[in-house]
């Protein structure tokens, strides 16, 4: 069965130091998600593609954060500078419609733990 | 956007015996509602998922049952297995995101006592 792949899978950083994510969806499906989920909450979302387009924004601090699929298939998630509430898990997930959740199922990976010291 | 709401927070109940978890959510427009597994240490995994045109679906132990005119659904899992423990989300499409994106609960964390 396909899966969502995500790296590292474990990440300890300096806070102020620079720390990327990178997640391959499922092969074929248009739409990717990072989310993010503080222990004990639920996953939030950060950022939405559509193939290479940014759909959907509007939760990420820009401020430090950035996000690409430039090529639509596989995804990077940048913090930088690192600060300690950024300590979370990661999650990158996909489906294979272009419309999202409406009604389409959504695939996470095993997310990234980021903790920051 | 939309608001989901999930009770209860713990859940724990003796092996063989019953599980409801329920969420109610806030936008009618709404049409999807998956409910994800999510072990330690791991992604949330997908277990069911119901749709507006039914009112319930059942997959082995595992049921989700929706009343859209409240604005509720809830998972049902029967003859727990200690297997079963884990946290429990529901789900519904956000509208801030054209519905694209889903808008998670807070968790349920369910523990099966062997």
């Known amino acids: 069965e396909a899966e969502v792949a995500q790296s590292p899978r474990y990440k300890i950083t300096e806070k102020s130091q620079a720390v990327a994510f990178w997640c391959d969806p499922i092969s074929g499906h248009a739409t990717l998600y990072w989310y993010r989920q503080i222990l004990g909450q639920g996953p939030e979302l950060l950022v939405q593609?559509?193939?290479?387009?940014?759909?959907?924004d509007s939760q990420l601090p820009k401020d430090r954060f950035s996000a690409e699929r430039l090529k639509g298939v596989d995804s990077t998630l940048k913090i930088q500078p690192a600060e300690l509430g950024d300590s979370a898990m990661y999650l990158c997930?996909?489906?294979?419609?272009?419309?999202?959740?409406?009604?389409?199922?959504?695939?996470f990976g095993e997310g990234s733990w980021l903790t920051v010291v | 956007g939309e608001n989901v709401e999930q009770h209860p927070s713990t859940l724990s109940v003796q092996e063989g015996d019953s599980a409801v978890i329920k969420c109610t959510y806030s936008?009618?427009?709404?049409?999807?509602f998956p409910w994800y597994k999510q072990e330690l240490g791991k992604g949330p995994q997908l277990i069911i998922d119901i749709r507006s045109n039914v009112g319930e679906k059942k997959d082995q132990r595992i049921a989700v049952t929706l009343n859209k005119t409240a604005k509720h659904f809830s998972l049902h899992i029967t003859e727990t297995q200690p297997e079963d423990s884990a946290v429990y989300f529901c789900?519904?499409?956000?509208?801030?995101?054209?519905?694209?994106?889903?808008?998670f609960g807070s968790g349920t964390r369910l523990q099966v006592q062997p």
């Open positions: 936008d009618s427009a709404s049409n999807y």
């Open positions: 593609f559509q193939d290479e387009s940014v759909v959907d």
């Open positions: 789900a519904a499409p956000s509208p801030d995101t054209g519905r694209r994106a889903l808008t």
């Open positions: 997930a996909s489906s294979r419609q272009r419309t999202g959740a409406s009604g389409n199922t959504i695939y």
